[in-house]
T-cell receptor
Framework: NAGVMQNPRHLVRRRGQEARLRCSPM?????VYWYRQLPEEGLKFMVY????????ESGMPKERFSAEFPKEGPSILRIQQVVRGDSAAYFC?????????????FGNGTRLTVT | GDSVTQMEGPVTLSEEAFLTINCTYT??????LFWYVQYPGEGLQLLLK?????DKGSNKGFEATYRKETTSFHLEKGSVQVSDSAVYFC????????????FGTGTQLKVEL
């Protein structure tokens, strides 16, 4: 049973370009979460999605950031017009439905570098 | 709001020393509590969890007990190894389906020979 798959592992973008980060949850998991980890800091919640729905986006910056989890295919975190401050590791996690005390399973992250 | 506070690192220990990493939380209600470990360049792996007061989570020699009276979930290990060097994150999550994990800032552990 494959774990949470994220790609790419490393992504380099110039300022002003777009970054697309992909996440395929574990089999049977319909809940996806995105977190951002800045250097030497902890993980900050960004957004929580279920299939075709955004449930909680309280941690998402108001501009340039968007996320989706379509009926088919992976979840996508999209950052438009990237700036140097967007450089960070972005982690996706998934969980099965209806088990609020279950742990989240994390992918290995995408490390975004903006030059 | 809900929050998790961990002791600041780095914590540097000699191999076979006793480890304690303190974690306290602030929450309305009774969350589930977790410890995650992150090795360099990797994602987070669940280390252990406890879902109610007085539960003890344990795994790979690590233990933590859910203390409601002190709102704490301290991580302990009797004898650390060099391979335990990593960053450890304490986190909470509420039951009720689908709520996010709230993390502490992480504590870096360095174990030396």
């Amino acid at each position: 049973n494959a774990g949470v798959m994220q790609n790419p592992r490393h992504l380099v973008r110039r300022r002003g370009q777009e970054a697309r980060l992909r996440c395929s949850p574990m089999k049977g998991h319909s809940h996806v979460y995105w977190y951002r980890q800045l250097p030497e800091e902890g993980l900050k919640f960004m957004v929580y999605l279920q299939k075709e729905n955004i449930i909680d986006e309280s941690g998402m910056p108001k501009e340039r950031f968007s996320a989706e989890f379509p009926k088919e295919g992976p979840s996508i975190l999209r950052i438009q017009q990237v700036v140097r401050g967007d450089s960070a590791a972005y982690f996706c996690a998934s969980s099965p439905p209806g088990q609020g005390n279950s742990p989240l399973h994390f992918g290995n992250g995408t490390r975004l570098t903006v030059t | 709001g809900d929050s998790v506070t961990q002791m600041e690192g780095p914590v540097t220990l000699s191999e076979e020393a006793f480890l304690t990493i303190n974690c306290t939380y602030t929450a309305t209600g009774y969350p589930s509590l977790f410890w995650y470990v992150q090795y360099p360049g990797e994602g987070l792996q669940l280390l252990l969890k406890a879902t109610k007061a007085d539960d003890k989570g344990s795994n790979k020699g690590f233990e933590a007990t859910y203390r409601k009276e002190t709102t704490s979930f301290h991580l302990e290990k009797g004898s650390v190894q060099v391979s335990d060097s990593a960053v450890y994150f304490c986190a909470l999550r509420f039951t009720g389906g689908g709520n996010k994990l709230t993390f502490g800032t992480g504590t870096q552990l360095k174990v030396e020979l």
